[in-house]
């Protein structure tokens, strides 16, 4: 299933992919779309003409339309019994979008057709505009090109360019993407697929390797049309880069940087804001040489009067006792508001948060799946 749900603010939905793990002998894998209301059953329709994908991993909603993507990497079985990489992750994105009210016209387990997109760079994570006006979809794209996350440091890899080895301490580690943090805006028309107008933000000395962002999702009137997103980066040290990835990856057409051109000096980490109409940074902190933050949440003041009155939280990975901080959403460069922090405080890296407001019962009165049967439905669907 895919990791990332799509809520429909307007309706109360979840709608989410689920998708076969193993392809068909044809190499196409069913695919559903599923709808849950979040009280009752969960609906599923099979997409038609979904294509070849490894792995699809976020889906969203606009007032009309499900939009998701895959995921470009390949998985190489050898690899993870330390065999090297032979191929390198797909250099696009593949996106797939469906119309919520042809679900609406459909006997539950029916076909849904499916509108393809193709884009040239690849991408990691979507984000979209509730309105739809005219059929005109304005997507956000995390691209990734050249980050892959089945190269690991080994006691046989080398660094490019000083053929050193790594400390063995470092065995095991994740190769992060020699690549800037880039955002790309998209505004797609839903009913042909045609890719009317590209942007992408990004900079080639600072806001390198990003994790994830975090946005304003609590307003209807920003959900509508936003104009900010906000991330946090780890940064890049290219004396660092992996040999077999350098060799793997040196002649991408998606990269936004060439790996022969990477920055000779090392790119701090950073929590910066996009403004997502202008297509350019607007506010960033940067933090010390070797720290760096775990991605953002956006918190919303009470009685918030714009998109970004709030406060942004992140815990700061760094020499023990590590820190949670919070920045002020409008003002990210004069530093953290609040810092907090307890002897051996050690959270592990958390991708994944979110922040929500009290509420006086978070489950639905009588809802409760058991273990045994929330594992035979997801092995039946």
Known sequence: ?????????????????NYSQVPNSDGLRKTMICEWDTKGKIKHWQVENIGRFDTIHDIKSTRNYLVFTDLPFIVEPASIYGKPRKHANQDICQM???????????????SVRAQYVRLDKPSGHIKVDVNDDDDILT????????????????????????NESYDGDYEGFISVGPQPNATGKH?????????????????????????????????????ER??????????????????????????????FVSMKDLPEKPVLPS?????????????????EEGDFA???????????????DGYVMVFLNKEKPKELQLFDAAN??????????????????????????????????????????????????
């Open 271 to 287: 929590i910066v804001r996009t403004n997502l109409e202008t297509m350019q940074y607007d506010d960033a902190y940067f933090f």
């Open 96 to 110: 797939w979008i469906i119309d919520k009210r042809e679900l609406a016209n459909k006997t539950e387990g029916d």
């Open 187 to 223: 505004r797609i028309n839903a009913k042909t697929g045609e890719v009317i107008q590209s942007e992408y933000c990004w900079e080639k000395d600072a806001h390198w390797n990003s994790l994830l962002w975090t946005d304003n999702i609590y307003s209807e009137n920003v959900r």
């Open 139 to 162: 997507v956000y794209l995390q691209h990734i090109p050249a980050t892959d996350l089945g190269l690991v440091i080994s006691p046989h890899e080398k660094k490019h360019g000083s």
């Open 332 to 381: 990210l460069s004069q530093g953290p508001v609040v810092r907090m922090s307890v002897e051996d405080f050690n959270p592990p890296v958390m991708l994944h948060t979110t922040w929500k407001t009290p509420t006086a019962s978070d489950v639905a009165d009588g809802y409760k799946i058991g273990m045994f049967r929330d594992l035979w439905g997801s092995l039946i669907t």
């Open 226 to 255: 936003s104009r900010f997103l906000w991330s946090t980066t780890m940064g890049l040290d290219a004396s660092f880069v992996m040999d077999s990835a350098y060799r793997l990856y040196e002649n991408a057409t998606s990269a």
């Open 294 to 308: 775990h991605p953002p949440t956006f918190i919303p003041r009470k009685n918030a009067k714009s998109e970004d």
């Open 1 to 17: 299933m895919a990791a990332h749900p799509a809520a429909d603010y307007e309706t109360n939905k979840l709608y989410f992919v």
